[in-house]
């Protein structure tokens, strides 16, 4: 079975700062693995799709690369802004489709 | 584009009532899948299908029924309310599929908030 595990598991920081959230998973046999962000009472946005073959992929301010040989993918987060403050999940593929708990993310003026 | 649209998006039932949850996408995904989300428990999946009269349970399935007439619509039916089935239900949606496991991106309703009493 799928295990996915975020950290960390919340982070505040000032505006401007660079960020990293990790991902990690038990279950390297994947497709893809998605980066997904939720705001509050809110449904899930994703945010980036990286196939199996691919090593990372770039959204604007936002990157995220995946090794599958050490079960781990980042998600780093450029020049951060009070907007991007949401809870930021990863989600590895299976065949039940298991997601982290996500990293709690406030970025205060 | 409508996505996933999910009804109602909140609903307060008595325990012992029945009801449905519905979930339709416009993308012609193959995929559909639904989740529940508690606080500190995270996402998790109640049922899931790959096609039109295919479904299969997934971690917390108990509770919950199931079924995929078509391939627009995945409704969740809810045979007896319990306050242990208060929590937010996430519809969602994704175009790829491949021996067993959903290749594609995963699109996301918006949620219905269900409170039983």
């Given at each position: 079975?799928?295990?996915?595990?975020?950290?960390?598991?919340?982070?505040?920081?000032?505006?401007?700062?660079?960020?990293?959230?990790?991902?990690?998973?038990?279950?390297?046999?994947?497709?893809?693995?998605?980066?997904?962000?939720?705001?509050?009472?809110?449904?899930?946005?994703?945010?980036?799709?990286?196939?199996?073959?691919?090593?990372?992929?770039?959204?604007?301010?936002?990157?995220?690369?995946?090794?599958?040989?050490?079960?781990?993918?980042?998600?780093?987060?450029?020049?951060?802004?009070?907007?991007?403050?949401?809870?930021?999940?990863?989600?590895?593929?299976?065949?039940?489709?298991?997601?982290?708990?996500?990293?709690?993310?406030?970025?205060?003026? | 584009?409508?996505?996933?649209?999910?009804?109602?998006?909140?609903?307060?039932?008595?325990?012992?009532?029945?009801?449905?949850?519905?979930?339709?996408?416009?993308?012609?995904?193959?995929?559909?899948?639904?989740?529940?989300?508690?606080?500190?428990?995270?996402?998790?999946?109640?049922?899931?299908?790959?096609?039109?009269?295919?479904?299969?349970?997934?971690?917390?399935?108990n509770g919950?029924?199931?079924?995929?007439?078509?391939?627009?619509?995945?409704?969740?039916?809810?045979?007896?309310?319990?306050p242990?089935?208060?929590?937010?239900y996430?519809?969602?949606?994704?175009?790829?599929?491949?021996?067993?496991?959903?290749?594609?991106?995963?699109?996301?309703?918006?949620?219905?908030?269900?409170?039983?009493?």
């Open positions: 079975k799928q295990e996915v595990t975020q950290i960390p598991a919340a982070l505040s920081v000032p505006e401007g700062e660079n960020l990293v959230l990790n991902c990690s998973f038990t279950d390297s046999a994947i497709y893809n693995l998605q980066w997904f962000r939720q705001d509050p009472g809110k449904g899930l946005t994703s945010l980036l799709l990286i196939q199996s073959s691919q090593r990372e992929q770039t959204s604007g301010r936002l990157n995220a690369s995946l090794d599958k040989s050490s079960g781990r993918s980042t998600l780093y987060i450029a020049a951060s802004q009070p907007g991007d403050s949401a809870t930021y999940l990863c989600a590895p593929p299976s065949d039940k489709l298991i997601f982290g708990t996500g990293t709690r993310l406030q970025v205060f003026p | 584009n409508a996505g996933v649209t999910q009804t109602p998006k909140f609903q307060v039932l008595k325990t012992g009532q029945s009801m449905t949850l519905q979930c339709a996408q416009d993308m012609n995904h193959e995929y559909m899948s639904w989740y529940r989300q508690d606080p500190g428990m995270g996402l998790r999946l109640i049922h899931y299908s790959v096609g039109a009269g295919i479904t299969d349970q997934g971690e917390v399935p919950y029924n199931v079924s995929r007439s078509t391939t627009e619509d995945f409704p969740l039916r809810l045979l007896s309310a319990a242990s089935q208060t929590s937010v996430f519809c969602a949606s994704s175009l790829g599929w491949a021996s067993g496991v959903n290749t594609g991106e995963l699109f996301f309703g918006e949620g219905s908030r269900l409170t039983v009493l």
